[in-house]
């Protein structure tokens, strides 16, 4: 039962220790997220870059410009070249003015005031015979023969009132009496109703000479409630508030053979108290209807036929022949531009993939993830804006300043920046690259060609050899100074082809060149951390602010973990070391040193090199727990290294420094601890989750981390002793398969083995023992020939103890081809 409980404990804490990325959850989530195809995106972006350019290069056609006015005298025949459509405005606003004379006004209908009317006269006239054929409680009622008795006096006042209210009675002319007469009867109720209900139907309007107003187009009459909308053109089914009161009376007048006149009185007032102008005019949606109507009305055009005189030479251009003329300058300009544009895009678009294959071919070493190619894009379309912008500045200064010619602020484009941002960020060989295709397009965008190509290309390559590698910002200025010198000797060279080397045209090109490289200097160096924020790179310079070992974290570990500390000091020489003689990137692999073992301030006194003389808290766990507690110094550190904002790079490090290497103290203890009863140890629960190393600077710490904590175990740290230790560590974490995912390769591995065995030898060199004072020479002189015994004793006997161990680690070596 213990060992299932402590198996589902240790499951839960790998599973919370296991390191996951934001928005997934383990090695499950990651085989969740959507993948998208490669090729798609990177043809996308060769896509963005090549319109970008065409919309550039090729602005909107605008031939309409040079066209003569209406008014002015043709100076020659004009004749359609083609057949084409012209779109006939006037006829078009005609047309455009009648639809919205024709559109019909919206009259609302409320198509329930009947129903609202009908459902009031019939409550009050129910609660009228429901009180008169109530049980009399004394007296006559009226003075009908038909009633004796009279009922509730209470509740017929209460009535009485509301009928008041409800039908606008006067109490003076006692309607209410008349009415209860007849003793509130069905067939009263029925007559009353017969009176108004079809024309509350029909409509009621307030005005009906609004009516008449739109006896030419009719009205819709849109039904409020049904929502039922009709077109009508006869206006006489609809009467005005004054015509159906008048009407209500001469239909009640049919009756005055059944009633006699104070009941026909109190039926017209009950009928004409329920009338009200219920059609009223929508003038909000009438607009909006006659507003769609016209948007709605198709262009009016005409066609003229290839051959067709538009204008005479001699006459007036009229607005017709204007017309006429813009259509077939904008038609042929249309075709004309959409020729030279599709031209364009097919040819930017097979040079940039021309040259992404031959820049895969040629750069194999160097993986481009779809972040650097749209970071390359993006610093692609920055550049051609730029061009543009220049090449309007130049055209407008030009027009200002004839003495400034275009080329000459051409010369100001900082394209030599994007090469070296890229070049940076990507390494010099991308930046290469880069620069080839970004002065290739901005000569062909300024529409200077081969000059303006070499200007741009010569200022960029020289801008990427300042800076072959930048540890200092200071290093960036300085290239801009190497560009603005290749700048003034390109400007020269070309002064020099054209035969203007003394003219005003030559003195601006040099100014421009020098301030050229200035620009380039300072948007590099401003631009460097936006590009390092937004595609969350890590140039060196940003290493070089992780390296001081003055950063909070770094003082934390150094008080809270000094061993770790020592150790992630050391790990970091021995790593850079390595990593020069390997060609790896030196920096980050340092730094990545000083940060790997950041998880262990989360328990520092859990991992040995912390604790004090015997207080190895191990001793009372388990060997699985001891397990746990190690793996999860990688999720603790990558933690911490998020928290701190430490590149990713470095996270990813952080978390494959051990790959799946294995706990082998405790899963030996484990093996060494277990009883026959108890299951199998499962040899995966005392690995570390991986995964495996991916660069080389991952591997140099891997390597680097193992030995430099072996070394502190070695009794007699001699020279011999390091090198046999350094080549059999090495070996195994080699046999093991940790190294198979990075790209260290055999050579790789011997270099970095003679790295380690310098550092670790200068380390643990041996010491001079100084001489003592003379009071104790006599002491001294013979401490020191039994220290000289013994050092001689050691002397002849290290070799023979460091002899199998250097051996094996020669043969294993050679078998791997490292010697």
């Not at 017969?194 to 009459?221: K, P, T, Y």
């Not at 090109?509 to 590009?531: C, D, E, K, Q, R």
């Amino acid at each position: 039962m213990a060992a299932e409980t402590e198996k589902k404990v240790r499951r839960l804490i790998l599973f919370l220790s296991s390191p996951k990325k934001k928005g997934q959850s383990g090695r499950l989530a990651a085989t969740q997220t959507v993948k998208v195809n490669p090729l798609l995106v990177r043809f996308s972006l060769i896509l963005v870059v090549a319109l970008t350019a065409v919309l550039l290069i090729l602005p909107a056609p605008q031939g309409a410009k040079t066209l003569p006015n209406v008014g002015d005298v043709a100076d020659r025949d004009i004749k359609a070249k083609q057949d084409f459509m012209v779109l006939d405005r006037m006829a078009a606003e005609e047309k455009r003015q009648a639809v919205s004379r024709n559109a019909p006004t919206v009259f609302d209908l409320d198509d329930q005031a009947a129903q609202k009317a009908t459902a009031r006269i019939h409550e009050l006239f129910g609660q009228g015979r429901k009180i008169l054929q109530a049980p009399p409680v004394s007296s006559p009622i009226f003075s009908s023969p038909e009633s004796v008795e009279k009922p509730d006096p209470a509740l017929l006042s209460q009535l009485e009132e509301k009928f008041n209210l409800a039908f606008h009675f006067d109490p003076e002319d006692k309607l209410f009496e008349a009415l209860g007469e007849t003793g509130f009867s069905p067939q009263v109720e029925r007559i009353i109703l017969s009176l108004f209900v079809d024309l509350l139907n029909r409509g009621i309007v307030a005005d009906r000479g609004i009516l008449l107003e739109q006896s030419g187009s009719g009205i819709l009459v849109r039904r409020i409630y049904s929502k039922e909308e009709d077109l009508v053109s006869y206006f006489g089914i609809f009467h005005s508030l004054e015509e159906t009161r008048r009407m209500v009376m001469e239909r009640a007048l049919l009756h005055r053979d059944d009633f006699g006149p104070r009941q026909i009185k109190a039926m017209v007032a009950v009928a004409q108290a329920m009338l009200w102008p219920n059609l009223n005019i929508n003038r909000q949606e009438t607009e909006a209807r006659r507003e769609a109507a016209v948007r709605d009305v198709a262009p009016v055009f005409f066609r003229v036929k290839r051959g067709e005189m538009i204008v005479r030479e001699g006459e007036r251009v009229d607005w017709l022949a204007r017309q006429k003329l813009e259509a077939q300058t904008s038609q042929s300009d249309q075709r004309d531009w959409f020729s030279k544009a599709g031209g364009i895009l097919l040819m930017v678009t097979v040079f940039l993939i021309v040259t992404y294959l031959v820049g895969l071919r040629v750069l194999r070493t160097i993986r481009l993830k779809d972040r650097d190619l749209i970071f390359l894009t993006t610093l692609l379309v920055l550049n051609l804006l730029l061009a543009f912008a220049s090449s309007q500045v130049g055209e407008a200064m030009g027009r200002t300043w004839t003495d400034l010619n275009r080329p000459t602020i051409l010369y100001l484009t900082p394209v030599a920046a994007g090469g070296m941002l890229a070049a940076i960020f990507l390494g010099p060989s991308v930046g290469l690259i880069f620069s080839v295709i970004v002065s290739a397009l901005t000569a062909l965008l300024t529409d200077h060609g081969l000059e303006l190509f070499l200007y741009f290309f010569l200022g960029t390559i020289a801008g990427l050899a300042g800076i072959a590698r930048v540890r200092e910002r200071g290093t960036i200025i300085k290239s801009g100074a190497l560009v603005s010198l290749v700048n003034i000797v390109s400007v020269t060279a070309l002064a020099l082809v054209h035969q203007t080397f003394i003219s005003k045209d030559t003195m601006f090109g040099l100014g421009a060149g020098v301030l050229n490289g200035l620009l380039v200097g300072i948007m590099v160096t401003g631009l460097i951390p936006f590009f390092e924020m937004l595609f969350r790179y890590t140039t060196s310079i940003k290493l070089l602010e992780l390296v001081n070992l003055d950063r909070p974290i770094l003082r934390e570990l150094m008080v809270q973990a000094p061993g770790t500390y020592h150790h992630s000091v050391i790990v970091g020489a021995m790593v850079e070391a390595a990593a020069e003689s390997i060609g790896a990137d030196p920096l980050l692999a340092k730094v990545s040193a000083y940060y790997h073992d950041l998880g262990k301030l989360k328990k520092p006194l859990y991992f040995v090199e912390n604790q004090g003389a015997g207080q190895n808290k191990h001793e009372k766990l388990a060997p699985s727990m001891s397990s746990l507690i190690l793996i999860s110094h990688i999720k603790d550190g990558i933690e911490l290294a998020r928290q701190h904002k430490l590149s990713q790079e470095i996270v990813d490090i952080i978390q494959q420094h051990h790959g799946t290497s294995l706990i082998a103290y405790f899963y030996k203890k484990a093996q060494d601890g277990r009883t026959p009863d108890q299951p199998e140890i499962n040899i995966e629960d005392f690995r570390y989750p991986g995964p495996k190393p991916q660069t080389r600077e991952a591997g140099l710490v891997m390597l680097a981390d193992v030995v430099e904590a072996a070394g502190r175990t070695l009794t007699e740290p001699t020279p011999a002793r390091v090198q046999g230790m350094v080549q059999k560590l090495i070996n195994n974490i080699f046999s093991d398969g940790q190294l198979d995912e990075c790209e260290l390769t055999l050579k790789d591995l011997h270099l970095i083995a003679r790295s380690f065995n310098k550092i670790l030898t200068g380390i643990y060199h041996r010491r001079i023992d100084y001489p003592e004072q003379p009071a104790k020479e006599s002491a001294s002189r013979a401490k020191t020939a039994n220290g000289n015994h013994q050092t001689k004793q050691s002397a002849k006997e290290m070799p023979d103890k460091a002899r199998p161990g250097q051996e094996t680690g020669k043969e294993d070596l050679k078998r791997l081809g490292m010697s």
